[in-house]
DNA sequence: CTTTTATATGATTACATGCTCATATGTTAT
DNA sequence: ATAACATATGAGCATGTAATCATATAAAAG
């Protein structure tokens, strides 16, 4: 090719602003913990798992409660528990055959709480 | 068929704790709350957009530091940003030709932290 | 004007995931 | 033991999505 010019698409390194990108970078979480921390909201980012948990916010319930309250098969319901269970969103306990599902710490209450108040204010 | 016995999949409907379900039901928000919160967690809910905040969450940065810190392309990262920018979780200003990207409103921030406190402690 | 640079976006692809169905497991009762 | 029932789980399908590449805007400089 005659011409050597490189036509950029994107900033050139030496265009960063290099302080601001240091102080971050020093201040980033590992990716570990950014990686855990995406999975938990990703957990919380499906319409019937929000749902659960906003209802078990609200008191203890089982599996057949909640299959009721949902409007899904037991089946579905049971996998998004699991699902909740393995990211410590949601506990229970067992009574005989019935299984009572609570959520797991006070973050997650104050986690929906935040969340609607967000977007309540922006209805 | 001889038989009419049903095995049953799932709690019959009278065996539900209905005061439970009752309550429960009357204090659920209604479906377009819960999707659209159920989809500001998904934002959140992705390594990518979550480090994004997270580094947003410090200081303001231009699309330019974004894409040194994050090690994606650029176009990646602005595919993410307008993700962001579309849920209202960052809001951005031009200075030439360059975008300067910040969270949108405190809870934002809030969220992250409420988060992390319930990761950290599962580590 | 044309060139350069910062950002945005359409198309494509590879992969993830929520749902239901069928079935398994575990607990109580007969 | 067998039956009944609450819950859990594997398979399969249908849909969603994050990454890159190529290209389009937009703003400043020559």
């Known amino acids: 090719m005659s011409k050597n010019k490189k036509k950029n698409s994107g900033c050139e390194i030496n265009y960063v602003n290099k302080k601001s990108v240091n102080r971050v ?10 990686v855990k921390l995406a999975e938990t909201f990703k957990v919380l980012g499906d319409p019937t798992r929000t749902k659960i948990v906003y ?5 203890e319930l089982c599996v057949c409660d909640l299959t009721s309250i949902m409007g899904i098969s037991q089946s579905g319901v ?14 229970y306990r067992r009574e005989g055959r019935v299984a ?5 710490d006070e973050h997650i209450a104050n986690l929906l709480e935040e969340g609607l108040e967000h977007v309540e204010e922006k209805l």
């Open 55 to 59: 209802a078990l916010s609200k008191e």
């Open 100 to 104: 009572y599902y609570s959520l797991n």
């Open 78 to 91: 049971s996998h998004q528990l699991r699902v909740l269970r393995n990211m410590d969103l949601v506990k």
């Open 25 to 34: 970078n020093k201040s980033m979480k590992n990716q570990e913990v950014i």
